[in-house]
């Protein structure tokens, strides 16, 4: 749902007052695009179903859009699929595909060092299985940006920059490298389950990226340092910070909104995208780093 406010305002005459109605109407129109979502199963892993949700923009056209593709946080052992619904509909309704996947968790007690390769393998299954039916979506294969948060933002990382990881069954020939990222609070360190290390794997090939912390949050350390690391490549980087709050603060009414239009106007000035930039929320300042 789109609500709007509306002003007393003074029209001049030079515009015919249906020209100025119509341009109004077109314009709520297109920033209110509605969409559709829909389940897949994207890898069986014994009896286990891997599934994905698939928001798409129901427009007429069929020109190819870009996707942004998120992982669920939780710490590899909570969380689901259904945790970035209101972000996958934020960037459906600006007309790109948005996708929100599940992967494997965690048995509490489990070695990590065994078990979260597992689960950067499920997620560049899923990066597979968009840009495997691109065309059933309308999607834009040059224009893949991966997103999440917490662990997600490790997982959505790792599946562009860790190469020896694949599942035997995948088709290695469809590439998993992203266009860009989006990463809400990423958990990098200082954990031992979150290896390895995605500061350690930054080269002149690592994709732009836009990050959110709080500057309350424990793993802001980490994010710091892969921030400086992709500035001193020259590779396009923000990092924005919400002063006073911790983990996963992006999650919050207000925080949520002002989050995902600073990640949009990232695409925008990248020109990964097209459209009109969205404004700050002045209730919910975000800062910019700068190193």
């Given amino acids: 749902m789109c609500l709007y406010s509306m002003k007393k ?5 030079v515009m015919p ?23 897949y199963v994207y890898k069986t892993i014994g009896e286990k179903q891997l599934k994905l949700d698939v928001y798409t923009p129901t427009v007429s056209d ?19 699929r259904s945790l970035h619904k209101y972000q996958c509909t934020y960037f459906a309704q600006r007309g790109m595909v948005a996708v929100s996947a599940d992967y494997r968790l965690l048995a509490r007690g489990a070695d990590p060092k065994t078990e979260v390769p597992k689960c950067i393998m499920d997620a560049k299954s899923a990066v597979r ?9 309308n999607v834009d294969t040059n224009k893949v940006f991966l997103a999440g948060a917490s662990a997600g ?11 020896d990881v694949n599942e035997k069954t995948d088709d290695l020939r469809i590439s998993v490298d992203a266009t860009a990222l989006v990463l809400f609070n990423p958990a990098y360190t200082p954990d031992t389950r979150y290896t390895p290390s995605m500061p350690s794997l930054v080269s002149k090939e690592s994709p ?6 709080g500057d309350q949050d424990r793993f802001k350390l980490g994010g710091d340092k892969f921030f400086n690391l992709l500035r001193k490549e020259k590779i396009p980087t923000t990092l924005w910070v919400a002063s006073g709050e911790n983990h996963s603060f992006y999650k919050l009414e207000g925080w949520n909104e002002a989050t995902c239009n600073m990640a ?28």
């Fill in 17 to 39: 007052m249906n020209i100025l109605l119509f341009v109004c109407v077109f314009l709520l129109s297109i920033s209110c695009i509605a969409q559709e979502k829909s389940t």
């Fill in 208 to 213: 732009p990226a836009v990050l959110f912390y």
């Fill in 153 to 163: 933002g490790f997982l959505a990382t790792a599946a562009t920059f860790v190469k």
């Fill in 62 to 80: 069929q020109k190819a859009r870009p996707v942004i593709i998120f992982f669920h946080g939780g710490g590899f052992i909570i969380g689901s």
């Fill in 264 to 291: 949009y106007n990232f695409l925008l000035e990248n020109e990964f995208v097209t459209g009109l930039p969205e404004p700050d929320e002045p209730r919910f300042e975000l800062k910019r780093q700068e190193q």
């Fill in 129 to 137: 299985w968009v840009k495997q039916y691109a065309e059933k979506f």
């Fill in 9 to 13: 305002i003074k029209v001049r005459s």
